[in-house]
Structures are given as C-alpha cells and as structure tokens.
C-alpha cells in the first residue's frame, strides 16, 4: 500500500533569496490579489473607478488656490495645474500603493493563517494594482495638456520608466512598513504622518530648483523627487534631463529594496504567529 508524499514546509534561515520558480508557480494568485484590491478599491463607492481621476483632479485645484495663486510659488514656465497634475500624478498613485502596502499583510491576515504562499505576494499586488489608476490618470494629464495647447513630446515615451521607478520607490519602503506592521501595530498610525511628511519632502507643490544647493545631495535620496522632476521633464521642452538626481535615486531605491527583503524574509517566519 503506498502512502501520500509528505512535504515539509521549512521557513528560511537568516538571508534566504527568493526562489524566483516559487514566484512564477503563484503567478495565477498574483493575478487575483491584483484583481481583487481593483475589485475592493472602489466597491459600494458612487463613483466607482472616476475616483482614479477625481483624486488628482481635485488635489490640483487645491494646489493651484493655495500654492499657485495665493502663494505665488513657481511653475517652471508651465500653467500652474499642469506643474501641479504633473507631479499630482504620479504622488496620488505612490502615496496609495506604499499605504495599501504597508497595511497588506494585517488587513489581510486570514491569509497569512490558513495557507502558505509567497507571503511577499500580499504587498506587490496593491502596488501593481495601482498602475492601472497611474495609468487612467496619465490620460487625464495627456488631456489636461491639450487642453492648454502643450505639443506632446517623444519624451513621453519614458513614462514607462519612471512609472517603474514609482513603482519600486512605494513596493521598497512598503515591505519594510509591512513586515513591521505585523508585530508593531504603532506602524498603522504612523503609515499617515509618514506619507504627509514624505508630501512636503517631494517637488509637488514646489519646484526642485527651489532647494538650496547644499540640501540637493540629500534631497536626491528621495526617489519620488526625481519620479516628480521626470514627469514634468517629459512635458516641459527646455528642461534638462534629471541625470544626477536620478542616479542617486535609483541607487537608493535599490539599497531601500534590498534591505527591506532582508527584513521581511526575515520575520516571515513568524508573521502567522503574531498577526
């Protein structure tokens, strides 16, 4: 009489790399948990997926009274709403992803309890989950632009890249944030006034030339500062390419990504005890 194979689910020792076959057998869970922060993002709302535009759109007319108007702060050249839907654009979409992020693995801990996946899936589907709101409101900047007679560029084929680049800059910080939330729950509190302070550190309602030369090294660590000055690189034609500051915010990305899988592989382990 033969007996059922036993398999023995061991969790990793100290650095353990990803096992990219474990990642691409849970490629179909993946596509779920994406399909299902869609699906959860706007269910019972009024206006379902027009917040992905009303979002942007809204924050840019409060940008523009206060910051453009009252404030007199300036645009680079460009009619203020498009300096500020620019730079509103791809910080709508990062402060939500890094935020959904951080709060994944606690808000969805029935999964954590009742079956083993690659736990690192729960953080990335919000963040992918995101890009199609990054992508209906990169129309509404497209449409924005016509409407004040801006030619678009070929620059604007690099939206891609620097989607990428938002993309990891809310995916770095959201597995560290994750991965603590689930034995601190001091972090959930935290996650708001983190994202508010990480507003006023980025170019949204300023322009990057404002920052004193001997800030810039440090304010180049923030990745989503050159996420910001490359989409209004991309529409504005005298604009230099933001070389500099975009290198250092790769590099820190990198390091930020790096460590953060250390963490989280780390105390995943635990995370079905704890949550």
């Known amino acids: 009489m033969s007996t059922a194979p036993v398999v023995t689910i061991r969790p990793p020792k100290g650095w353990a790399p990803l096992d990219l076959r474990e990642f691409a057998g849970a490629h179909e869970l993946l596509y779920f948990l994406v399909l299902r922060s869609l699906k959860l993002r706007y269910k019972q709302t009024a206006l379902g997926a027009a917040w992905a535009i009303l979002q942007p759109l809204l924050a840019t007319g409060v940008f523009t009274v206060v910051f453009g108007r009252l404030a007199r702060l300036g645009s680079d050249g460009l009619p203020y709403p498009v300096f500020a ?3 509103l654009v791809p910080w709508t979409y990062f402060a939500n992803a890094l935020t959904q992020a951080a709060n994944s ?5 029935q999964l954590l309890t009742k079956v083993y996946f690659p736990r690192l899936l729960l953080p990335l589907a919000p963040v992918l989950a995101g890009l199609v709101d990054l992508a209906v409101a990169f129309v509404l900047l497209l449409l924005v632009l016509a409407w004040y007679g801006i030619d678009p560029s070929v620059r604007l084929l690099a939206a891609p890249a620097f989607a990428l680049l938002a993309a990891l800059s809310a995916l770095a910080p959201g597995i560290w944030l994750a991965a603590l939330n689930v034995r601190y729950r001091d972090v959930q509190h935290v996650i708001p006034f983190l994202v508010q302070i990480w507003l006023f550190a980025t170019p949204v309602a300023y322009s990057g030339s404002l920052v004193p030369a001997r800030w810039r090294p440090l304010f180049s660590l923030n990745p989503m500062a050159a996420v910001v000055d490359g989409f209004r690189w991309m529409i504005t034609p005298e604009a230099a390419v933001p ?3 975009l290198a250092v915010a790769v590099a820190a990305v990198a390091i930020l ?8 592989r780390r105390m995943e382990r635990s ?3 704890v949550v």
């Open 85 to 87: 839907l620019a730079a």
């Open 243 to 245: 070389a500099n500051g």
């Open 257 to 264: 990504l790096t460590s953060g899988l250390y963490v989280f």
């Open 105 to 109: 693995l606690v808000d969805q801990h």
């Open 271 to 273: 995370f079905a005890d």
